[in-house]
């Protein structure tokens, strides 16, 4: 949303940084059309098959005279109202209703997502992006067979999981050559999927997210195929946040965060005698939770053990060591969520 009729140098870099180069109808029009496009398309598959919401929200201090041009385009591309608070006087009041409002909108499971000093008197804008998704699996874990038993983060460390099983036809390929294993479990209504990625080669999961990129990703996803497999996968809850600056820095992305530089200047009205906007800091929170009904509900285990089959063609999936995870969309190849599982001890 801070690309609208931004300048010089800024539009270049964020073309280079994110790519929108390759794009071959590029106009910043055109974009933001895309993005609004698939925005609609994500959501209404999920209103079918899965909850995914994603809400868009300005916060900016009531002395700016915003352009209403540029509140017109995010409300129209991205759903972006503008809401006016008092940064100035009411400091902290402010980052509580920034706070509260991505809370709400993602069921209480990110909260905080500023930090204490992220919020400061001088702040003239916030821009706000929340995602939120909850799906319940095609074929459920029963809780009946899951059991406790050992992960193992690292070399001779180990520690207590409540480990899932579950036997049936997914897509499904050990890649020794790639040294991973790749499995695709459905959510309901198969808009959705999780994919999970998994070493071969012990303790190698570092080797699996140096290779990762959209071409051997596609390569990995394209040599799938459906087939019998076992599955032993852990509860996990994934919760992290962390400022962006310094990761959009390493990748390009600088001038923005200049006040020197910035040229934000299309978000103004024009001869508002307003010193111009610069980005202080960029915050990102993220929350998923695995466990039998799918990502985010509650249940209960039991320390019972599932029979394994003696079908000697079924694959087996021992996810009992760091792995990675992605959530995506399937008819778009579309990734909502990307993390590691490294530690889902209990």
Sequence with gaps: MDRFQDHGVLQSEEDQVFEFESIKEKTSSQIHMFFSKLNDRLYRKANKSAQLVAANRLFGDKSVAFNPSYQEFSERYYGAKLLPLNFADKTNESLFTINNWVAEKTEGKVKNVIPPDGITPETQLVIVNAIFFKGLWKQKFDEYYTYLTDFHPALGRSCN??????????????????????????????????????????????????????????????????????????????????????????????????????????????????????????????????????SEAGAASAIVFLARSSQPNMEEFHADQPFVMLIREVALNSVLFLGRVTQPCN
């Design 161 to 294: 999981v409540s480990m899932m099983e579950k036997k049936g036809r997914f897509r499904h390929a050990r890649l020794e050559s790639e040294g991973l294993q790749i499995l695709e479990l459905p959510y309901h209504g198969d808009a959705f999927s999780i994919i999970l990625l998994l070493p071969t080669r012990r303790y190698q999961l570092a080797e699996i997210e140096a290779r990762m990129s959209p071409d051997s990703m596609n390569r990995w996803l394209k040599a799938m195929r459906e087939q019998q497999v076992f599955v032993s996968l852990p509860r996990f809850k994934l919760e992290d946040s962390f400022s962006l600056k310094e990761h959009l820095h390493d990748l390009g992305l600088i001038d923005i965060f200049s006040a020197q530089h910035a040229d934000l200047s299309g978000m103004i009205v024009p001869d508002s005698n307003h010193r111009g906007l610069y980005a202080s800091d960029a915050y990102h929170k993220a929350f998923i939770e695995v466990n039998e009904a799918g």
